[in-house]
């Protein structure tokens, strides 16, 4: 067997095409591996991983459920309890499409040690959908006329509290001081007098109290946190969040149901401390609109994303604020505003510099929404040396002018529009530098989180923290100082709305610095418009 | 050999050359990349296969399918590039490119992700998928490539 030249030029050609590619691969790869160690090295941010809380062992811990609306029904869920109708809806929903996942997902949900015990709604067609779903032979749900025998029945360990705003302090405040547990939706308290009034019955509880602030479980919250810490942003002097809703049901024009009536909606209770007016089926079901019963834009949707903030930052109470909108976009007899911005000031708050001692110092917060447009404008966290995108994925891009990353801009390892870090629970890996693969994903909003790629509902993880604290003892991540915060910030947003004017706070002393002549919860309270009323001035 | 038969193999030759290389740079590329993973192309899978390949992302699975996706990957670039064995080369390429056209699919009424141009029911993967069939159909490794040494040595030994 004998090869010329020619036969060998022929059958081997193949092979440098072979080494070349292979080579060309290899180096691209580990190249751009190396360029990624080498900023992940220097960034050394660790993501977060999914809480451990211990078991929720012993005896089923007893609920009693106050208020079973829209939101009490997604409570109940959280803790492994659908009505019929809504697994009904669901079937149908995932039947004609299959992407929505949600009686899947709820199925799936890990079992919670707990005992639905007992239910108080003053609209009978809810409470009787909460016994006919959830009692059984074996556990008979009982019917509460009032919160008060619920609290004092002694057949409750523990109360769920999903009622509207002005009935969050009185029922939180009535369990606290049974020792009974408390899990209370945002804001915590409907005035400032309030707050305080909860906090020291926090304070000299046995019992358990938690605030729905559900986003402390998604796990991107809590890696932010970390890239914070690190100084990854260098100081952030500004931070930018929003709403941006454009539905009926952003605006909180929620179904009226049609058998609601005097005759089955016990409607001074509903009142409570509200101003008496005649039965009013949209005050009953759209009662977010009104400052009577619920706190407008600044205390139903900037509370949440304050505290997401305050989460990730510790910031605390504002030094000051200034709020400014109107109600432009729903004019149907509400009289929250449905625009709103508001500038929190904190001029002593500083994340951490890269520059001359003293330079940096100071942030604003600024908040901005609106109900009359969708558009989804990110939350965005601005510093010196980089800029985080926080949303259920992180991304960080390095700042052009940064301090700290100068020399990797400079030798062009760092690129000003090019992800530095980018942390999606949904994916496997994190990745440095942005691929393809991590843009895939979609952003699938803030119900939820991941824990190992599986998406779960972060009310139940938050409500299973609860629990756990219940049992186990230990710390909600939410509880009442940081219900304090968020309930003082939220209310200090919506009276500087109202005033017209800058409300500020006395961290010495820990309250509101007193503007002569206002009395801050009666101009909290005034209903009729936002402006003052004479029985506001003192 | 006329002289159109010729040109036909050079080009076919180049086609499959190129084909080679294409499929050898991707299967290198993740092979030399631990954190690899195809659990985001097929997670996001769309059409009438999504099931199936949203069954693939388990635990169990995504590892084997990443594997397996490199090695197929590297057997088309390596027998296209070397110009051996490429029928067996251009069946795991036609299988392997079909995977990927069904994952996502360019059918009117889907959202098209991370794509270059626009496409309506034909794509690149899809060109390429034919590509490799006409690669099957005409086989030139024994005209340029490993192939040509072996049918020689054989030659070679039948005299």
């Given at each position: 067997m004998k090869w010329t030249r020619r036969d060998l030029l022929i059958g081997l050609g193949g092979l440098p095409v072979l080494g070349a590619v292979w080579w060309a691969g290899a180096a691209t790869s580990v190249g751009s591996q190396k360029k990624r160690s080498e900023i992940l090295e220097q960034l050394n941010i660790k993501p977060s991983l999914p809480p451990a809380v211990p078991g929720i062992g012993g005896d089923p811990v007893r609920i009693g459920v106050i208020g079973f609306g829209i939101r009490g029904e997604q409570l109940t869920r959280a803790l492994g309890f659908a009505t019929d109708e809504w697994k009904e809806e669901m079937r149908l929903a995932a039947e004609e499409?299959?992407?929505?996942?949600r009686l899947e997902d709820f199925e799936a949900q890990e079992r919670l040690n707990?005992?639905?015990v007992g239910i108080c709604d003053v609209f009978d067609v809810r409470a009787e959908k909460f016994i006919n779903s959830f009692s059984t032979d074996d556990n008979q749900i009982k019917r509460y006329v009032t919160y008060k025998d619920m609290i004092q029945?002694?057949?409750?360990d523990a109360v769920v509290i999903a009622t509207p705003d002005h009935w969050h302090a009185p029922m939180s405040i009535e369990a606290l001081n049974n020792n009974v547990h408390v899990y209370v939706e945002k804001p915590m308290t409907h005035t400032v007098a309030e707050t305080y009034t909860l906090r020291n019955a926090a304070e000299n509880s046995e019992a358990v109290f938690a605030v729905g602030h559900q986003h402390r479980q998604t796990l991107s919250f809590s890696t932010a946190r970390d890239i914070v810490d690190k100084g990854t942003l260098g100081h952030v002097s500004l931070i930018q969040t929003n709403t941006n809703r454009n539905d009926d049901n952003g605006a909180w024009n929620y179904d009226i149901h049609e058998k609601a009536s005097p005759e089955t909606i016990d409607w001074e209770q509903f009142l409570g401390s509200a101003p008496t007016v005649p039965f009013n089926k949209n005050h009953f079901f759209?009662?977010?609109?009104?400052?009577s019963y619920g706190s407008g834009l600044s205390g139903d949707l900037l509370s949440h994303d304050y505290d997401r903030l305050n989460c990730v930052?510790?910031?605390?109470?504002?030094a000051s604020v200034i709020s400014s909108g109107g109600i432009y976009t729903h004019n149907d007899g509400r009289n929250v505003p449905d625009v709103i911005q508001v500038n929190m000031e904190f001029p002593d708050f500083s994340t951490g510099s890269s520059q001359a001692k003293g330079k940096e110092n100071g942030m604003t917060f600024c908040y901005s929404a609106t109900l009359g447009n969708g558009f989804s404008r990110p939350t965005i966290l601005m510093g010196h040396d980089a800029t985080m995108e926080l949303g259920n994925r992180l991304t960080v891009w390095p700042d052009g002018a940064s301090t700290r990353y100068a020399d990797m801009l400079e030798a062009e390892?760092?690129?000003?529009?090019?992800?530095?870090y980018q942390y999606d629970p949904a994916a496997k890996a994190t990745d440095a530098v942005s691929s393809a693969t991590s843009q895939y994903f979609a952003d699938k909003g803030l119900m939820w989180t991941y824990i190992d790629g599986v998406r779960v509902d972060s009310t139940f993880l938050h409500m299973r923290e609860w629990l756990s604290v219940i049992k186990n003892g230990g710390k909600v991540s939410c509880g009442i100082k940081e219900g304090f915060e968020e309930a003082i910030s939220a209310h200090m947003a919506g009276l500087s709305w109202k005033l017209g004017r800058k409300i500020e706070w006395d961290a010495a002393s820990q309250t509101l610095k007193p503007i002569e002549g206002i009395d801050f919860d009666q101009v909290l309270l005034a209903n009729e418009n936002w402006n003052i009323q004479p029985e506001m001035v003192g | 050999m006329n002289q159109n038969q010729n040109k036909l193999k050079a080009s076919v030759t180049l086609l499959r050359i190129f084909i080679g290389w294409h499929f050898l740079f991707e299967g290198v590329v993740k092979m030399y990349n631990p954190e690899w993973t195809s659990f985001g192309y097929l997670a996001t899978a769309q059409g009438p296969f999504e099931w199936f390949f949203t069954m693939l992302i388990g635990d169990a699975t995504i590892g084997w399918v990443d594997t397996l996706n490199i090695i197929a990957l590297m057997v088309v670039g390596v027998t296209f590039t070397l110009g051996i064995f490429e029928r067996l080369g251009a069946i795991v390429g036609i299988g392997l490119l079909a995977l990927y056209f069904f994952a996502h699919p360019p059918f009117p009424g889907l959202t098209q992700m991370n794509v270059e141009g626009n496409y309506w029911i034909i794509n690149k993967n899809l060109i390429e998928l034919v590509a490799c069939i006409v690669i099957y159909q005409l086989p030139t490794g024994a005209y340029f490539g490993l192939d040509y040494l072996r049918k020689n040595k054989l030659k070679t030994q039948e005299q």
């Open positions: 499409d299959p992407n929505n996942k707990v005992k639905l029945s002694g057949d409750v759209r009662w977010r609109k009104w400052w930052l510790n910031m605390g109470i504002p390892k760092m690129r000003p529009n090019v992800p530095i | -």
